[in-house]
């Protein structure tokens, strides 16, 4: 089972949730899939024994062979190979490798080459489980191909917790499309809410089932829950807004593992999510 753990916008609590969650499991493999930022490390603390750079493709061009026809440039959306007068330009940071321009080249200009985007870094954490998070190069548009290659590498286990990019762009859209559920981070705060129901509509138009947890409860109002009764979303769990949980995440450490009672929490919230399967 793959379980998803998402949210609106950045410190909402999405990697205390996934972190905590995945160390109260038995045998899961965590991935954290916000590549720009991972911080799931910094929690669970991992021996890494594996690093494993990620590389995609970008077209170069034969000057000799190329006509400078322009079809390349006409075919890519990105803007990644423009024609000019003289050469051609590409910027190797836009381009998505579709082999598109390659294939329209009529003098056979064109060949891939490789080059790295990033790493994958895997190992097992001081609380026994296993964490896999990939790191984004500095500059890089996309990090697509790293999450990508999370998934590979977990594809055989049994149970995986995925730390999802925040928000609703295209890395998260590849972090939680292949997911089994996905659990809904929010805080009970107007700009919470707001952002949260961005990723309601973007998992109910993938067909993913989906539930909440409240971090930081009792801080703000009762919009979040209003607004959960009138959508049918089910509650899953509440974190309250508590002093000793905020110090201990301010130290690294996962809330469950000094406040035992948390840790059954996040077992019954993963005993609900698979009764539904």
Do not use: W
């Not at 961005?198 to 607004?227: C, H, Q, S, T, W």
């Amino acid at each position: 089972m793959k379980i998803a753990v998402l949210s609106g916008k950045g410190g909402t609590g999405k990697t205390t949730v996934s972190s905590n969650l995945s160390i109260s499991l038995k045998n899961s493999v965590i991935l954290d899939c916000d590549v720009e930022e991972p911080n799931s490390h910094i929690f669970l603390k991992p021996d890494i024994t594996e690093t494993i750079s990620i590389k995609t493709e970008y077209p170069e061009v034969d000057a000799d062979k190329c006509n400078l026809c322009g079809k390349c440039g006409d075919f890519c959306n990105f803007n990644a190979i423009i024609p000019t007068k003289k050469n051609v330009l590409v910027f190797a940071e836009t381009c998505h490798a579709c082999g598109g321009c390659q294939l329209v080249c009529p003098t056979n200009a064109i060949e891939y080459q490789k080059r790295e985007i990033g790493k994958i870094y895997t190992g097992k954490t001081i609380y026994g489980n296993t964490l896999s998070y990939g790191e984004l190069n500095l500059g890089e548009m996309s990090g697509i191909g790293i999450i990508e290659g999370l998934f590979e590498g977990a594809k055989d286990e049994e149970l995986v917790i995925v730390d999802a990019p925040p928000g609703t762009a295209c890395s998260t859209v590849a972090a939680v499309e292949n997911v089994d559920y996905a659990i809904i981070v929010t805080e009970p705060t107007p700009f919470g809410v707001s952002d949260m129901k961005m990723v309601v509509e973007m998992l109910r138009e993938m067909k993913i089932p989906f539930g909440l947890i409240i971090n930081k409860a009792g801080l703000g109002d009762n919009e979040i829950y209003e607004y959960s009764e009138e959508e049918n979303i089910e509650i899953l769990m509440e974190i309250p807004f508590e002093e000793e949980i905020a110090k201990l995440y301010s130290e690294g450490i996962p809330f469950s593992t000094k406040k035992p009672e948390y840790k059954e929490e996040f077992i019954n919230v993963y005993e609900n999510i698979k009764s539904k399967f």
